[in-house]
């Protein structure tokens, strides 16, 4: 004959009790844990290295003074100019209106934006057209005739 769980001695109850309380109560704490981690912010990769990333441009070399030149880095290109021989610019190269993806004019000296006629100067400031915030700016630095934009 099997016994339920209202037919078995108290001694063997209660040790079924304790032994469901303990399981869901571990069962209750993964649950927690797992919540909380998926609420907390992932680490970034920079974070989890312990210090500033920086974005390797390409040689001096290939930027001319006067030029400027698209770097790609994944969905947020940046914009490198060269205005003398020695100052390098490295402002954000997507627009603050539209997201459109800026080019170096080099005749007018200003960024452009060619969806909206929008226009930066080198620090990144607006100076015509629908944009209403400046562009973020990025320290350059050359090292071993490389560049090197600190993100």
């Known amino acids: 004959m099997t016994e339920t769980a209202h037919n078995l001695p108290p001694a063997r109850r209660g040790a079924l009790r304790w032994l469901a309380r303990i399981f869901l109560s571990l069962w209750g704490a993964g649950f927690v844990a797992v919540v909380l981690s998926f609420l907390k912010p ?84 607006v100076l015509s057209g629908p944009p209403n915030e400046p562009l973020a700016q990025y320290e350059t630095e050359v090292r071993a005739g490389e560049i090197y934009v600190r993100l």
Request: aromatic letters at 2%; proline letters at 6%; charged letters at 25%.
């Open 42 to 125: 992932p680490r970034t990769r920079a974070a989890r290295a312990g210090g500033e990333r920086t974005l390797r441009a390409g040689a001096l070399d290939t930027l001319a003074v006067g030029e400027g030149m698209l770097v790609r880095h994944g969905v947020r290109p940046l914009l490198l100019v060269r205005p003398r021989p020695d100052q390098l610019v490295a402002l954000s190269g997507i627009c603050t209106h539209r997201r459109c993806v800026l080019r170096w004019d080099r005749q007018r000296s200003a960024i452009v934006c060619p969806c909206h006629a929008g226009a930066f100067d080198l620090n990144g400031n």
